[in-house]
């Protein structure tokens, strides 16, 4: 039998609790980032207009460019973070795939080949390095081969695209599907007998043959988690996102085959491949399909349809997750699961886990705030039916509740719970001009999951809501939102940008003002110069470290 026939006969089927572990981390990881980040983004100083373009309204503020060192720092970490965050998800991801029924059974047949073809000691080491280091060149390859197909400023506007995000929705529904069983997802098989053939050439370039043969079988498992893990890097906007994805995914994948080639006698620790791994893939595959829901909000917010509220996503979400319980304890099966003739302890602890969850997010359908998946949820004030109410008070208050003039945008946009905001930055600065109040400016999105964590778990603090509603104006900015300006608004920038959208008229403010483009983004401004009173910075989920920043603005101001 050749190495072909071997990898297509190994598919093996079931469950771990270890995966679920992987699995969290990756939903986790792949949405816990920023928006976009300044990759590719080229700034200038003030958003000047072309000489024959509309001029702007007579009431519009004038907008001075800040300092770029003021926040040439905050950019350059939340970067990092972005990367860190792509990173870890990569690798949460590379440990789930090998685990699939494509990979896992070929460990201890990968180590067999490498510790009986040498006579030297060194060699078998040798030859599993580079097999290891193929694996990850190949990934790293993959993932920088998106970045030149979409190029760094459509990179930019993946996340916030709703043709891209639908796109996004639809293709994952078909990995969840491919993980459920109705199809497998592989490629020509020429391709893979033409590796195959490479790799028995020997030498270095036969193992890199050999670590692409893998990688090509293996597609059928790893597509749908590779898949799901580029387009979550691509839509950060980060210029190595991509890459540094496949990295963390390759580097997983590779260190298990270099590591019992090392030490062989640790494969006896595996356990043996059965039923269990096909469980993997069906569990993954409703892990994919709830994780697809969250690009479709992405879509609802920044058209206002709302369609898709945060109720709806939640029963979504609950029937998911509820019918994944009913599978790990055996009252729910595909037609390609093997006999479940008892439920384990580890699938019942599983099911446990699973279930409890579901039932956690019931009360959400009444305004529970759930804040442990609150930036995956659509804002709370999507909900229909809401018994919240936040900061711990029995009545929402309002931001500057002296002011009850209607706010322009206010129509569209929803707010967050017990706040009132203004949604334009003219009317905003010009507000806490007369109120003599310092400004604070909210650079958010509709896709933005680290804006809504904020609003739902660090906002509702008591003190840090006192300090927001009494002592700042507030001021949200939507990047996003794709609602068409008034013909005598749009304008042409001097670089060529057309200002035609909402999305773009405050995108544009905070990359020329600000050389940001990540949100959130928060800017305490001092509305009589309109320069920042201390550094903008990014998400803080402490309470208290949010607090000292909201009272470092107001101690300049004063």
């Known amino acids: 039998m050749d190495k072909i026939d071997i990898y297509r006969s190994v598919k093996k089927y079931g469950i771990s609790v270890m995966l679920l572990c992987c699995l969290i981390l990756v939903c986790g990881h792949l949405q816990a980032q920023d928006t976009a980040s300044t990759a590719g983004v080229q700034f200038s100083d003030a958003p000047a207009v072309s000489a024959n373009s509309t001029p702007a309204p007579a009431n519009k503020a004038v907008i001075k460019p800040a300092e770029k060192k003021l926040t040439k720092v905050v950019v350059k970490q939340q970067e990092k973070r972005t990367l860190w965050a792509i990173f870890l998800a990569g ?23 490498f510790t009986k073809s040498g006579d030297k000691r060194g060699s078998p080491v040798f030859k599993a390095a580079i097999y290891g280091i193929s694996i990850i060149a190949i990934y790293v390859i993959m993932g920088l081969l998106v970045t030149i197909v979409f190029g760094p400023d459509a990179l930019n506007n993946l996340s916030t695209n709703g043709i891209f995000n639908f796109g996004f929705f639809l293709l994952i529904v078909v990995f969840a599907a491919s993980f459920l069983g109705a199809f497998e997802i592989t490629l020509p098989s020429s391709w893979v007998n033409k590796m195959d053939q490479n790799s028995d050439k020997g ?35 980060a210029l190595l996102g991509p890459a540094i994805g496949m990295l963390g995914f390759a580097l997983a994948l590779a260190i298990p085959f270099v590591l019992f080639a090392l030490f062989p006698s640790l494969l006896k620790s595996l356990p043996k491949s059965g039923g ?5 893939k069906v569990v993954l595959g409703f892990l994919e ?26 029963v979504l979400w609950i029937v998911i997750f509820a019918l994944m319980g009913f599978y790990l304890l055996g009252k729910l099966t595909f037609s390609h699961d093997s006999p479940l003739p008892f439920v384990s302890v580890p699938r019942l602890f599983l099911a446990i886990i699973v279930l409890s969850f579901t039932m956690y997010m019931v009360p959400g359908l009444w305004g529970a705030p759930l804040k442990s998946i609150s930036a995956f ?19 929402a208050p309002v931001n500057n509740p002296e002011d009850n003039t209607p706010h322009k945008y206010a129509a569209l946009f ?27 400016i909210d650079f958010t999105g509709h896709a933005c999951v680290n804006c809504r964590k904020m609003e739902a778990n660090v906002w509702p603090d008591k003190q840090v809501y006192q300090k927001i509603t009494h002592d700042y104006v507030l001021v949200q900015l939507y990047v996003d939102d794709k609602t068409e300006l008034a013909a005598n608004e749009q304008t042409v920038t001097t670089e060529g940008r057309s200002i035609t959208t909402i999305g773009k008229k405050w995108s544009y403010l905070q990359t020329s003002k600000f050389q940001a483009n990540s949100q959130p983004f928060y800017v305490l401004l001092n509305p009589d110069t309109e320069e920042p009173l201390v550094t903008p910075q990014g998400a803080d989920f402490d309470p208290v470290n949010y607090l000292k920043y909201l009272d470092s603005g107001l101690d300049a101001y004063k």
């Open 91 to 113: 690798i949460a991801g590379g440990f789930a795939a090998l685990l699939m029924p494509c990979i896992f059974p070929m460990l201890p047949l990968t180590v067999s080949y």
């Open 203 to 237: 030498g270095l370039a036969g193992l890199f043959f050999m670590a692409a043969t893998l990688s090509l079988v293996s597609f059928s498992c790893t597509g749908p988690i590779i898949g799901t893990l580029l387009v979550q890097a691509a839509t950060t906007g």
């Open 276 to 280: 269990w791994l096909n469980s993997v």
């Open 289 to 314: 399909l709830a994780l697809a829901l969250k690009f479709l909000s992405n879509v609802d917010l920044a058209y206002h349809w709302h369609w898709f509220d945060r109720e709806v996503f939640l």
């Open 377 to 395: 949820l659509p804002p709370q004030s999507t909900q229909d039916f809401d018994l919240y109410s936040p900061g711990g008070n029995t009545t």
């Open 414 to 440: 929803d707010k967050p719970k017990g706040f009132n905001p203004f949604f334009d930055y003219a009317e905003a600065l010009a507000y806490a001009k007369k109120v003599h109040k310092p400004l604070m």
